[in-house]
C-alpha cells in the first residue's frame, strides 16, 4: 500500500470550519510545501488555492460558520505536494460554476468565480469527488518546478 | 492584518500589513467604507507589507473601485505590490482595473 512507502509523508489537520481557522490551515499547507520542496512562489500559489477551498467549504457547503469541520491532509513526497480537503456539508458541481468573464469593463466585473480560477490555474491537477456516504474530497497536486 | 491609514489633502494612504483573507477582509472593508461615507474616494491601498491575499480580497478591491469611479469622483489605486500578489491580480485579470505605483508617495502625487 501506497501509505507505507517511506517516500510519502503524510500529515492531517482537522479544524471546525471557520475563518479565524485559515490562518491556520495556510501555515500547515506551508510548512508541508516547504518540506515536498517547492518554491516560494509555487508555496503561495498552494496556499491561495488551499484557502480559497476552505473559504468555499464553510461559505457554500456549510452555508455559514462552525456548522461543520473541515479535514485537511498533506502528502509529501519528493518532487510533489498533495492536498486533500475533506468536509461533510452540502456537495457541488465544479462543472456549473460559470467562469469570470475577466476582459469585461469594470461595471460589469463581478468577483464570483476567482476562487476556482486560482484553483484550477495554479494547482497541476484537481480531482473533484463527492459522495452521500463519505463527504466531499477535492484532491490537489502541485509538482516541484523543474530547474532548467 | 494591520491597517494605518494616513490622510492628506487630496487622498488616503492605507497601509496593509499580514494577510487578507475570508477573516479579515470584512475589517478591510470597514476601514475603507469610514472613508467613503466620508466622499474620500482617492484612495492608495500600500501593499509593501501584505503577504498574503486570497478572492475576498479582490472582492473588496473591486467594490472599491467601482464606488470610488462612480460619477468620477476618485479612484483606487495601489503601492508597492508585492511579485506574487500581482501575479493574482494578473490571473483575475485585476491589473487593467487599477494604476500601479512603485511607491506610496507618488501614488499620493497622481492625485
Redesign the interface.
Known amino acids: 500500500m501506497e501509505i507505507f512507502d517511506k517516500q510519502i509523508r503524510m500529515t492531517k489537520l482537522f479544524l471546525p470550519g471557520k475563518y479565524e481557522n485559515l490562518v491556520k490551515i495556510s501555515e500547515f499547507v506551508r510548512l508541508a510545501a516547504n518540506e515536498a520542496g517547492l518554491d516560494a512562489v509555487s508555496t503561495y500559489e498552494v496556499e491561495t488555492a488551499v484557502e480559497e477551498v476552505c473559504a468555499n467549504i464553510i461559505e457554500h457547503a456549510y452555508g455559514k460558520e462552525n456548522v461543520g469541520d473541515i479535514e485537511c491532509t498533506c502528502e509529501v513526497r519528493p518532487d510533489e505536494l498533495t492536498v486533500i480537503l475533506h468536509d461533510w456539508g452540502k456537495s457541488f458541481n465544479p462543472a456549473k460554476i460559470r467562469p469570470p468573464n475577466l476582459n469585461a469593463p469594470l461595471k460589469k466585473r463581478h468577483a464570483h468565480g476567482l476562487g476556482l480560477l486560482f484553483i484550477r490555474q495554479w494547482m497541476d491537477e484537481v480531482h473533484f469527488n463527492f459522495t452521500a456516504e463519505t463527504g466531499n474530497f477535492l484532491t490537489m497536486v502541485k509538482h516541484k518546478e523543474k530547474v532548467g | 492584518m494591520e491597517i494605518t491609514t494616513s490622510s492628506f489633502k487630496h487622498c488616503d494612504l492605507l497601509k496593509i500589513k499580514g494577510?487578507i483573507?475570508?477573516?479579515t477582509a470584512p475589517q478591510l472593508e470597514k476601514t475603507i467604507q469610514a472613508l467613503t461615507n466620508h466622499s474620500r474616494f482617492r484612495i492608495i491601498l500600500d501593499l509593501k507589507e501584505l503577504e498574503?491575499m486570497?478572492?475576498?480580497g479582490?472582492?473588496i478591491l473591486?467594490?472599491t473601485?467601482?464606488a470610488c469611479?462612480r460619477y468620477n469622483r476618485g479612484e483606487l489605486v495601489l503601492a508597492e505590490v508585492p511579485?506574487?500578489i500581482k501575479?493574482?491580480l494578473e490571473?483575475?485579470?485585476f491589473t487593467q482595473?487599477f494604476k500601479f505605483f512603485d511607491d506610496p508617495l507618488s501614488a499620493v502625487g497622481n492625485f
Request: charged fraction near 25%; glycine fraction near 4%; proline fraction near 0%.
Open positions: 494577510r483573507d475570508s477573516a498574503f486570497s478572492s475576498a479582490l472582492r473591486m467594490i473601485q467601482k469611479r511579485d506574487v501575479s493574482a490571473l483575475s485579470g482595473l
